[in-house]
């Protein structure tokens, strides 16, 4: 989308249907938006099937992306947080969560080697608040701006930059081994 000039001429083509804007657009965000929807979801394939949706409501929603004069990017990202919540709340009431996320990778060897590392980092960010969870989703994980970021929490951009370093601070205090933590 970096070839487009003005906001509005963006949300214009989407509109008209212009596939090279939806395809850029896609090719731009499909990536980061998997990745959101990975670290909230259970499965490769209800993040794959979450962004899918959010795509379709984003198409079938492009006049009140236009009326409400906010930037594809962010609206893409609003409407997948929504698509998210509805299909956690749905497992929930399910409650057919599983115990552990499925392990991306052809390599068993490379899942051994990191499998503690990660299992301490999701144990850290699962003890993070809700909050800092989700802006850190937002912002590290999706790559979202500090301004996208602050329309979908209902922030300002400053606070959103010092609400992350705070909880990236919070995440590394909660990765230190204890025996460092004495020195």
Do not use: C, K, N
Not at 3 to 25: K, M, Y
Not at 58 to 86: I, K, N, Q, Y
Request: hydrophobic share 40%; proline share 5%.
């Amino acid at each position: 989308m970096d070839d487009f000039v003005e906001q509005d001429d963006v949300v214009g083509r989407l509109r008209a249907g212009d596939p090279l804007s939806w395809e850029t657009l896609y090719r731009r965000m499909y990536p980061s938006m998997l990745a959101y929807a990975r670290r909230r979801l259970p499965t490769v394939e209800e993040a794959q099937d979450a962004v899918s949706e959010a795509l379709t409501r984003t198409v079938a929603g492009l006049d009140r992306l236009a009326d409400a004069g906010a930037r594809p990017e962010s609206w893409l990202f609003g409407v997948l947080r929504h698509v998210v919540m509805d299909r956690q709340r749905s497992a929930y009431r399910r409650r057919d969560l599983p115990d552990r996320r499925e392990i991306d990778g052809p390599d068993p060897l490379e899942v051994v080697v990191v499998d503690e590392e990660q299992r301490a980092v999701r144990a850290a960010f699962e003890r993070l608040s809700e909050r800092d969870r989700e802006l850190l989703e937002l912002r590290v994980v999706a790559g979202l701006s500090a301004d996208d970021v602050a329309d979908l929490l209902d922030m300002r951009p400053g606070a959103v930059r010092t609400a992350q370093s705070r909880a990236l601070d919070r995440l590394r205090s909660m990765l230190v081994p204890a025996e460092e933590v004495g020195s």
